[in-house]
T-cell receptor, first 120, second 110 residues
Framework: GAVVSQHPSWVICKSGTSVKIECRSLDFQATTMFWYRQFPKQSLMLMATSNEGSKATYEQGVEKDKFLINHASLTLSTLTVTSAHPEDSSFYIC????????????????FGPGTRLLVL | AQSVTQPDIHITVSEGASLELRCNYSYGATPYLFWYVQSPGQGLQLLLKYFSGDTLVQGIKGFEAEFKRSQSSFNLRKPSVHWSDAAEYFCAVDDYKLSFGAGTTVTVRA
């Protein structure tokens, strides 16, 4: 499977500051990456789909001006939490999707280790 | 829209005992189904996936899952649990994006 890294793994910041999280594909060129948010003891909620070279697609209820996504290359996508507030504290996870023929069933998502954000 | 339900929030099992985690899905056509495991503080690792063909799917770490269309289920099993299997397990269905179940926490007691 593909190897995905995230940086940083942990970040603590003051309320009102912006935080950038990087998601890198180490061995695969990913045209599509996903960003998820996970609250404690809960499932993953898809925030947005990041497409290389184009604007990200956000899920309903996710503020695109709050969570800026940039997918500038086939191996890097970034999520910037702008003007972070305590309610933005969460575990953020990215994933990439390997591609196959549309109906081949070979599309599989591989996940990064996650970034834990704590906003004070 | 597709969805998955994991009826069990928490399961405790003794080391060496068998484990079965339930997953039910709702989807009209043949679903693409996945099981992921998340260890504390870590991202998700793919255990196995079902797209078509043989309904009994073998995965990593000794896990297997069986797709039963008649029951709309994709239950995960392991014959003998190890302490390192303590984690959160998520079932997911793919309909152009992954939809995850709420997860099942597995505790392994010595």
């Amino acid at each position: 499977g593909a190897v995905v890294s995230q940086h940083p793994s942990w970040v603590i910041c003051k309320s009102g500051t912006s935080v950038k999280i990087e998601c890198r594909s180490l061995d695969f060129q990913a045209t599509t990456m996903f960003w998820y948010r996970q609250f404690p003891k809960q499932s993953l909620m898809l925030m947005a789909t990041s497409n290389e070279g184009s604007k990200a697609t956000y899920e309903q209820g996710v503020e695109k001006d709050k969570f800026l996504i940039n997918h500038a290359s086939l191996t890097l996508s970034t999520l910037t939490v702008t003007s972070a507030h305590p309610e933005d504290s969460s575990f953020y996870i990215c994933s990439l999707q390997t591609s196959g023929r549309a109906d081949s069933g070979q599309e599989t998502q591989y996940f990064g280790p996650g970034t834990r954000l704590l906003v004070l | 829209a597709q969805s998955v339900t994991q009826p069990d929030i928490h399961i405790t099992v003794s080391e060496g005992a068998s484990l079965e985690l339930r997953c039910n899905y709702s989807y009209g056509a043949t679903p693409y189904l996945f099981w992921y495991v998340q260890s504390p503080g870590q991202g998700l690792q793919l255990l196995l996936k079902y797209f078509s063909g043989d309904t009994l799917v073998q995965g990593i770490k000794g896990f297997e899952a069986e797709f039963k269309r008649s029951q709309s289920s994709f239950n995960l099993r392991k014959p003998s649990v190890h302490w390192s299997d303590a984690a959160e397990y998520f079932c997911a269905v793919d309909d152009y994006k992954l939809s995850f179940g709420a997860g099942t926490t597995v505790t392994v007691r010595a």
